[in-house]
């Protein structure tokens, strides 16, 4: 069945700091990504997506590239913010399924510090 | 005031009693989602709702009993709560089948 998997967390850094969360998947055909974050005692919220092999998502400072060939759909930010801490998750849609039956990663707590 | 809610925001409840957790969205979505957030674990898909009347069993439905008579809601029963779904429980909708709008979530807590 289909999985997504995200770096083990959580992660720390410091203000201003650049930003790697890693997110693989795995999925038959060409799946719809997604961010979702998660702000403390809040609801998630979509960051961005991307729903074609190549496609980069971009939102508040945020960004990701869609890679077929590694199956990958890593999330950037090149200085962040404390405002930033939160849970991110990565997630899927398969292509076949409407109505965004979401597969989601265990999510990684990120902290900055100022 | 448009949007997901649901109620209540947190609940504490013995083990073996029935309760049920609310979710109402204004939008008139066509899709309606329950999921469980535990750590380690991230979202985890219990039942799901493509339309009224229409209900489908996700990944970890065993314990669970939805219902959808209403487009705009879609409530979640525990028949009888063991301390295994102590969790975080969030309801979600969408039409366009590309984004789902999430609830802020019910702490439910089994004693």
């Known amino acids: 069945g289909d999985s997504v998997t995200q770096m083990e967390g959580p992660v720390t850094l410091s203000e201003e700091a650049f930003l790697t969360i890693n997110c693989t998947y795995t999925?038959?055909?060409?799946?719809?990504l997604f961010w979702y974050v998660q702000y403390p005692g809040e609801g998630l919220q979509l960051l961005l997506k991307?729903?074609?092999?190549?496609d980069k998502g971009s939102n508040k400072g945020f960004e990701a590239t869609y890679r077929k060939e590694t199956t990958s759909f890593h999330l950037e930010k090149g200085s962040v913010q404390v405002s930033d801490s939160a849970v991110y998750f990565c997630a899927l849609s398969p292509p076949t399924a409407s109505g965004s039956r979401l597969t989601f990663g265990e999510g990684t707590q990120l902290t900055v510090n100022p | 005031d448009a949007g997901i809610t649901q109620s209540p925001r947190y609940k504490i409840t013995e083990t073996g009693r029935q309760v049920t957790l609310m979710c109402h969205q204004t939008?008139?979505?066509?899709?309606m989602f329950w999921y469980r957030q535990d750590l380690g674990h991230g979202l985890r898909l219990i039942y799901y709702?493509?339309?009224?009347?229409?209900?489908d069993k996700g990944e970890v439905p065993d314990g669970y009993v939805v219902s959808r008579s209403k487009t705009e809601n879609f409530p979640l029963t525990l028949e009888s709560a063991t301390r295994s779904q102590t969790s975080v429980y969030f309801c979600?909708?969408?039409?366009?089948?590309?984004?789902?709008?999430f609830g802020q979530g019910t702490r439910l807590t089994v004693v």
């Open positions: 939008w008139s979505h066509s899709y």
């Open positions: 991307a729903t074609k092999a190549d």
């Open positions: 979600a909708s969408t039409q366009t089948g590309v984004e789902a709008f």
């Open positions: 709702s493509a339309a009224a009347d229409i209900t």
């Open positions: 999925a038959t055909g060409y799946p719809s």
